[in-house]
C-alpha cells in the first residue's frame, strides 16, 4: 500500500485527535470531504490505522501507581513464553506487554491503585507461573512521557 504525503498528515493529526471531523481533517489537508474519507477509509482496511481508543487519566481511574516488571523465564522455550503471553494478555492491570532481549525475556507495565493491589497481581499471576526464574520490580515516580504516536514519515 502506497502512503504518501497526504497520508502522512492525515495520520499525524488522526493521532493526535481521531475525533476531528472529516470536514475539519480535509480542509487541513487540502482535500475534499469525499477524498478524505476516501483516503481514511483506505488506511483503516490496509491496517494502517488498527483501532481507534480513548485514552484515559489511569489516576481518575484510581490507578495511582506505575510499575515496570522485567521477567526473566526459566528456559528460552516458545510454550513457556505462549503460555505466559496467554496470562499476561487476561491480567487487567498489564496495560503493555513487550517480549525482550538482553537479561530479561519480558518487559510488562502495570498499572493498579496501590501496592497491595500489586501484590495480589504477584500472587495472582507472577506466583502462579512456575516458569518464571525471576522478576525486578521498578515504581515509576513520575511520567516524563506517555505518547502513542507513531513517526508516520516513518511508515513504508
Do not use: W
Not at 513487550?98 to 500472587?123: C, H, K, M, N, W
Not at 502462579?128 to 511508515?155: L, M
Amino acid at each position: 500500500m502506497e502512503i504518501d504525503r497526504i497520508d502522512r498528515s492525515i495520520l499525524s493529526l488522526l493521532q493526535k485527535n481521531n475525533r476531528i471531523a472529516n470536514i475539519d481533517l480535509a480542509e487541513a489537508v487540502g482535500l475534499s470531504p469525499p477524498a478524505c474519507l476516501k483516503r481514511v477509509k483506505r488506511l483503516r482496511e490496509g491496517k494502517i490505522i488498527v483501532g481507534d481508543v480513548a485514552l484515559i487519566n489511569p489516576a481518575l481511574a484510581g490507578n495511582k501507581m506505575t510499575l515496570i516488571v522485567s521477567v526473566e523465564m526459566e528456559r528460552d522455550r516458545g510454550d513457556i513464553y505462549s503460555v505466559f503471553s496467554r496470562s499476561i494478555e487476561q491480567a487487567p492491570e498489564v496495560t503493555q506487554c513487550y517480549q525482550i532481549t538482553g537479561s530479561y525475556d519480558f518487559l510488562i507495565i502495570v498499572s493498579v491503585p496501590d501496592i497491595q493491589a500489586y501484590e495480589r497481581f504477584i500472587e495472582r499471576v507472577l506466583h502462579q507461573d512456575k516458569n518464571i526464574r525471576k522478576f525486578h520490580t521498578s515504581v515509576s515516580t513520575k511520567t516524563v512521557k506517555f505518547s502513542t504516536e507513531v513517526n508516520v514519515e516513518e511508515i513504508q
